[in-house]
Structures are given as structure tokens and as C-alpha cells.
């Protein structure tokens, strides 16, 4: 398990904020992942918003990099290519951009973790370079249908002993048809651990967000 705590839209708006520790993030980030086609005809404001799903105590590298798998993209028989990407961080935490990447390449059910990409990808993607068609339409043994493309972002925390991430914004293109996501998912990192904070208080993930600057006001 690579994190400390995890929570979801339902929980946040029952408890505030309220985070639950579980083992299944990875089944959730796929499921969460693939709900953003909202997102990519009718793309929000790129601001702090309130997430909808995220982790505290996320596991790092020995150089403090974690990643986040944050959308899949159905791309079937078509081509892909990541254009841009974009994220929301605390001053600590540096952006180190983001990748796609294809199931065939072990990137299936990318969650949060450390290094960045992860070690169990074995190719990926960077901004710019096109996946043909040719590979996007690959089945996994016992799935119903073709894998979509995965998305992951990763981050650096620089300096102190807590950061984190609220929101990352992508623009791709299917096809050569552009497409724009934004994808609300949180992360807190420990440079110690976050287990203490959090057992300490059981509030302690929203007021870290606040602290840090990733909240909106109204939160």
C-alpha cells in the first residue's frame, strides 16, 4: 500500500473532508479515473476546487518523487498524444510533468506511488509523442474490451516536511481531435510520514490542504 489514508467525493461532503483508510486506491483511481468525460468538452476554470478524490501519505522516492495515475482515456483503434499538462502544488512540490501509457506496457490501474513514472510501467509517453493507432487497441488477457490509455503525473516534493497536489489540468488529442481534462485528485506527502498527523487529528487532511493553500475559500 502506498499511502496512509484515502477519501472519495461521498465521504468529503459527509465529513467534511472525511478521509477513509482502505486498501483498494488503485481499483479506485480506474473507476474515478474514467469519469472525467465531462471534463474534456466542457473543461472548467483551472483553479483550487475542492477534490474528489485523493490520498494522504503517499509513498515516495529516496528523492521525495511520487506519482499520481489521474484519467484514462478511451482511445480505441485511434491515435493519442499528450499535448500539455498542467497541476496545482504547493510551493514545496514541484511538477514534473506527465506521461500516457499503454496497459500492454504494465500500465494498468495506476494509482498513487513512488518514483515517478512508476517502476512498473516499462514505457511511456512523454508530452508530444503520438501512440499510433496500431497500439491503442490492445485487450489485456480476461477484460471485456481494449484498455484505455493511462495518464500519470508526477511531482517532487523540494523542501520541507509536508506538501501536496490538488488538480491536474491535460490537454490531447484523439485522433488529432483536442480534448481538454481536468481531473480534481489530491495527495499529501510526508517527507516523515503522515501516519502521525492523522492519528492525531481526525480532521488533519483538510486543514493540511488549507495550510498549503489547496483549498477554495469557501472549503
Known amino acids: 500500500m502506498y499511502y496512509d489514508s484515502q477519501w472519495d467525493a461521498p465521504a468529503w461532503l459527509n465529513r467534511r473532508l472525511g478521509w477513509i483508510v482502505t486498501g483498494v486506491i488503485t481499483a479506485l483511481f480506474l473507476v474515478v479515473g474514467s469519469s472525467w468525460a ?8 483551472f483553479r483550487v476546487d475542492t477534490p474528489q478524490i485523493g490520498a494522504a501519505g503517499v509513498a515516495m522516492d529516496r528523492n521525495q518523487v511520487f506519482h499520481i495515475g489521474f484519467d484514462y482515456v478511451k482511445a480505441t ?13 504547493s510551493t514545496n ?18 494509482g498513487v506511488g513512488p518514483a515517478f513514472p512508476p517502476k512498473e510501467v516499462k514505457a511511456t509517453f512523454p508530452i508530444g509523442t503520438t501512440i499510433p493507432d496500431t497500439a491503442t487497441d490492445y485487450t489485456p488477457r480476461g477484460w471485456a474490451e481494449p484498455a484505455r490509455v493511462s495518464l500519470i503525473a508526477g511531482f517532487r516534493l523540494t523542501h520541507g516536511e509536508i506538501g501536496g497536489v490538488n488538480g491536474i489540468r491535460v490537454v490531447y488529442a484523439v485522433d488529432g481531435k483536442r480534448h481538454t ?32 493553500g489547496l483549498l477554495p475559500a469557501e472549503d
Open 38 to 45: 465531462w471534463a474534456q468538452t466542457r473543461p472548467e476554470p
Open 93 to 110: 512540490v514541484e511538477f514534473l510533468g506527465a506521461v500516457a501509457a499503454l496497459a500492454q506496457d504494465g500500465a494498468t490501474g495506476v
Open 181 to 212: 481534462a481536468i481531473a480534481r485528485h489530491a495527495a499529501i506527502v510526508c517527507s516523515n510520514g503522515c501516519k502521525p498527523y492523522l492519528d492525531a487529528d481526525d480532521d488533519w487532511e483538510h486543514n493540511a490542504l488549507r495550510v498549503l
Open 77 to 89: 483503434g485511434k491515435s493519442f498524444q499528450l499535448l500539455d499538462a498542467q497541476a496545482i502544488t
